[in-house]
């Protein structure tokens, strides 16, 4: 099979798409047509521990059959003889141009499922115009991201002390970052029971089932993690705190995950306070949350169920979704979890979401292909976003509202 470029090189010319030449992807890789078929290459790649930890959620996966089901709640209402010829899906978002209206998610630990993974994300976002935000339980310290893309966002768990916080927002501040994203959704750890089944932990614990999946997987044994211990030593987790945290492989070093149990939105006001950049607030779900954070001072909203990974049976951002665009008039309102497909993105907008994140198939295509891997999914989205733009009836992304949409069943 010929090896293919990204989509984005061979899509007619639109305005505002990316001018940087595209990587091409491994031969064996030539199959992938969608974002889902990079999960079932991930599922051959990467050992049954790590895939575990990228693709599940909590308990029973409630929640994460629910986000995606909550797409098939609404269906298309098209309009006809609509000159499509100049159609764009650049979108603009917090004072920016992008080439379409989705980014990249935060996903923890995304080095250890991909090589360089959080620069590999951040590079392939910088190339193909669009915003990626870099996860706080990261593996590569955040200098070195935003360095490769200074247009990167940084998401931050907010430390369980007042002066751990404050030292690790003037880090980010020093660092570059222009956009600060406070996730408040994960006040304790979730209950993720697929990962302990599966044999997965932060740390990781050495055990011989661990080293039998590291030799079922040679392609990423070499690949991925003793190519990473042998040029950068053994990762940590490096952005919890101001300070270095964990390593990432040990026998008996715990992972720091403060409590924060006790985190009000106070807390949210002092980071205002000491952010002089834009600021987003991310795991917002009801709609007296929203009227908070826009009170406290917050520039956007991510409404999020934080992809099925914190309470099982949480409603679907989706379905929350137009109560929220409601109360947050003139604030950019976003949304994540569940996130698949052109149409999905399409959806949303048209629900009044001003863009979209994406966060496990961006995390998948790193892993089996890095960066021409990202810069495939990026391009194969934005080509579903366009074409299905144009059956849609729809020349500017701004066009959407909910007229385009009929509940399902009705």
Known sequence: MQIEPSAAATAPALPDTPVVPALRLPARLGHVLSLDDFERAARRHLPAPVFAYVSGAVERNASLRANAASFEQYEFLPRMLVDMSRRTTATSLLGRRWSAPFGIAPMGISALSAYRGDLVLAQAARAENVPMIMSGSSLIRMEEVVQANPDAWF???????????????????????????ITVDSSIASNRENNIRAGFSTPLRPSLALAWQGLTHPRWTFGTFLRTIAQHGMPHFENNFARRGAPILSAT??????????????????????????????????????????????????????????????????????????????????????????????????????????????????????????????????????????????????????????????
């Open 253 to 410: 070093v715990q992972r720091d995950f403060s409590d924060r149990g006790h985190l009000t939105w106070e807390h949210l006001r002092m980071v205002r306070r000491l952010w002089p950049g834009q600021l987003v607030v991310k795991g917002i779900l009801d709609v007296r949350d929203a009227r908070l954070a826009i009170g406290v001072g917050a520039d956007g909203i991510i409404v999020s169920n934080h992809g099925g990974r914190q309470l099982d049976g949480t409603v679907p951002p989706l379905k929350v979704l137009p109560g929220i665009v409601a109360v947050c008039r003139g604030t950019p309102v976003m949304i994540d979890s569940g996130f698949r497909r052109g149409t999905d993105v399409l959806k949303a907008l048209a629900l009044g979401a001003s863009f979209v994140f994406i966060g496990r198939p961006f995390n998948y295509a790193a892993s089996v292909a890095g960066e021409a891997g990202v810069r495939k999914g990026i391009g194969l989205l934005r080509d579903e976003v366009s074409r299905n733009m144009a059956m849609l009836g729809v020349t500017e992304l701004h066009e959407l509202d909910a007229s385009y949409l009929v509940p399902a069943g009705r």
């Open 155 to 181: 998401q931050a768990y907010l430390p369980g002390v007042e002066s751990e916080m404050q030292a690790l927002i003037a880090r980010v501040r020093i660092a570059g970052f222009r956009t600060l994203v």
